[in-house]
């Protein structure tokens, strides 16, 4: 609790008195002042419907909210359905080109989500004092509220026309629908249409995102020879499931678990004589004896790491494990389509120069990169291959992902006021030469 206050008192301080902002960026954060409390109003609406990455009703109803916030701000918005095999509810975007924009003018590419990981209606919106809480508050309604906050003030400071912007907010960021190649198809077009990619998942005042790991899974199924089990380790009985599916896992900790960035875990594991096992619903169940040799196993688990190659020598690793089996056993091993890991780069890291130069013009503190292994699998993953890109630009929050998720509300203005001068430096970046678009 003492960490907590010291968060929010840190927030709720004014910021030293900015020395770097021209009189238009000046506008613009007094825009978002003046706009902060509707946005607590956005937010607040937003977290009071339930929008579980399942619930398609819900995750369509916040996208309608956003969506008249964007066409109020004059953004022409579409809303894109995704086939019912997917069983997800779709994504929003809204497009905005300014009457000053010219051919040079950076396009930017704005990244948030509809769905929360909550299922259940759980608990409204409360606040007290600077801390609100509510599901999905942190993420990323609050990120989502903090865009809007932002280009409210642009609008208002009269800067939104020299901007070039598509806003991507998917509506199953956190339970992705499959095959990934039509869930985020369109989210890659949108990128192939940009020059610079922001998102907006949680954020603090002293760290951005430049690279973040990859997530995918894997299914271990083991087979041994049932058997009575005064015969096992002898020949013609061997070693059973297992024993064997001990090995593996043993191993895959022995020679995986201290490389840099990359971890694994295995998340479920089901094993006997007779095993039901469902690898999408990530639930099973098994009978055997104690007597008895046990027949069958199956284990579950992701697989996290830096860099494609890192996947790929960790994919081939597990392999090579998993086919020297024990006596009596078999063994197989299964990885799954996942999210692709957003590696550093020199242009990631340009981008992260520019925010820190407007984070300490506004009069906030210095941004560092945050370590890779502190952030999960998201969307910007998905694009980061094609332009330049930085994540972590929402609100401050804590217990993401649980009950009492909660976001320190002063964030929502500090990520609003450094998005949008951010956006106004980056536009007047010129295009790259070598754009094809």
Not at 135 to 149: E, T
Not at 245 to 266: D, M, S, V
Not at 368 to 376: I, N, T, V
Request: glycine content about 10%; some cysteine; proline content about 5%.
């Amino acid at each position: 609790m003492r960490n907590l206050l010291v968060c929010v008192a840190a927030l709720s301080a004014p910021p030293a008195l900015a020395q770097q902002l021209s009189p238009q960026e000046q506008r613009i954060r007094d825009a978002v002042v003046a706009g902060y409390d509707e946005a607590v109003n956005l937010l607040a609406r937003s977290v009071n419907v339930a929008s579980g990455t399942f619930n398609l009703a819900g995750v369509r109803a916040v996208g309608a909210l956003y969506q008249k916030e964007f066409e109020a701000l004059g953004f022409s918005t579409r809303w894109i359905d995704l086939p019912p095999a997917l069983g997800r509810a779709g994504h929003l975007i809204a497009e905005w080109r300014g009457r000053r924009a010219t051919a040079a003018t950076q396009r930017l590419l704005l990244i948030g989500h509809l769905d929360t990981v909550f299922e259940a209606a759980g608990r409204p919106f409360s606040r007290q004092d600077t801390v609100g809480y509510g599901p999905g508050a942190a993420d990323m309604k609050g990120g989502n509220a903090a865009v809007l906050l932002a280009l409210r003030a642009l609008k208002d400071a009269g800067a939104l026309d020299d901007l070039v912007l598509t806003a991507v907010f998917t509506g199953d960021e956190e339970a992705a629908g499959r095959p990934l190649s039509v869930a985020r198809k369109d989210l890659i077009e949108a990128a192939r249409r940009s020059d610079v990619a922001l998102a907006f998942e949680g954020g603090d005042a002293r760290t951005a995102t430049v690279s973040r790991r990859s997530a995918s899974g894997w299914v271990l199924t083991v087979t041994g020879r049932q058997a009575h089990s005064s015969g096992i380790f002898r020949d013609g009985v061997g070693y059973g499931a297992v024993f064997e599916a001990a090995r593996i896992l043993n191993e895959f900790r022995e020679r995986l678990a201290k490389q840099p960035y990359l971890t694994f875990n295995p998340g479920t594991i089901v094993g006997g004589t007779e095993v039901r096992y469902d690898s999408g619903a990530v639930r099973g169940d098994a009978a055997g004896k104690t007597n008895i040799v046990a027949r069958r196993v199956v284990a579950q688990g992701d697989l996290r790491t830096l860099t494609d190659g890192q996947l790929d020598s960790a994919r081939a690793t597990m392999r090579l494990i998993v086919s020297s089996s024990l006596p009596g056993t078999s063994a197989t091993i299964s990885f799954d389509q996942g999210y692709p890991s957003m590696p550093p780069t020199d242009g990631n890291r340009a981008i992260l120069a520019v925010f820190d130069r407007v984070s300490q013009d506004l009069g906030y503190p210095a941004i560092e990169a945050l370590p890779p292994d502190r952030r999960g699998a998201g969307d910007i993953s998905f694009v980061a291959d094609i332009l330049p890109s930085l994540d972590g630009l929402g609100v401050d929050g804590f217990g993401a992902h649980a009950p009492e998720e909660g976001i320190y509300l002063p964030s929502l203005k500090m990520a609003a006021e450094r998005a949008a001068i951010l956006m106004t430096r980056l536009a007047r970046s010129r295009r790259p030469a070598t754009s094809d678009r």
